[in-house]
Nanobody, 121 residues
Framework: QVQLVESGGGLVQPGGSLRLSCVAS????????MGWYRQAPGKQRELVGN???????KYGDSVKGRFTISRDNAKNTVYLQMNSLKPEDTAVYYC???????????????WGQGTQVTVSS
């Protein structure tokens, strides 16, 4: 099994910044895509951004130009730098990874438990 543990959430004022981290551990042969999703109360989970192993990334329209995703393959870690935060960024942020556990295994999706980000004055 692959476990994902997020950290870095919290309360921040509008216009502020936060940096989320997510570390993958456990039975890992290869991690392909890592990324972040978020879910606000009463809304569907949406893509924030993801990044492929080679560094290609994509973002949801609402965060383009404000958020930056990066990863450290040696540490099985993905980061999300969030700048110019807005109240509408308030949500639970979930880490996601597409990974293979062993050389003959299949590609599966894994999720972290989520970390709360609240943007409020």
């Amino acid at each position: 099994q692959v476990q994902l543990v997020e950290s870095g959430g919290g309360l921040v004022q509008p216009g502020g910044s936060l940096r989320l981290s997510c570390v993958a551990s456990g039975r890992i042969f290869m991690i392909y895509t890592m990324g972040w999703y978020r879910q606000a109360p009463g809304k569907q989970r949406e893509l924030v951004g993801n990044i492929m192993r080679g560094g290609t990334s994509k973002y949801g329209d609402s965060v383009k130009g404000r958020f930056t995703i990066s990863r450290d393959n040696a540490k099985n870690t993905v980061y999300l730098q969030m700048n110019s935060l807005k109240p509408e960024d308030t949500a639970v942020y979930y880490c996601n990874a597409a990974a293979v556990e062993d050389i003959s295994g299949s590609l599966n999706d894994y999720w972290g438990q989520g970390t709360q980000v609240t943007v409020s004055s």
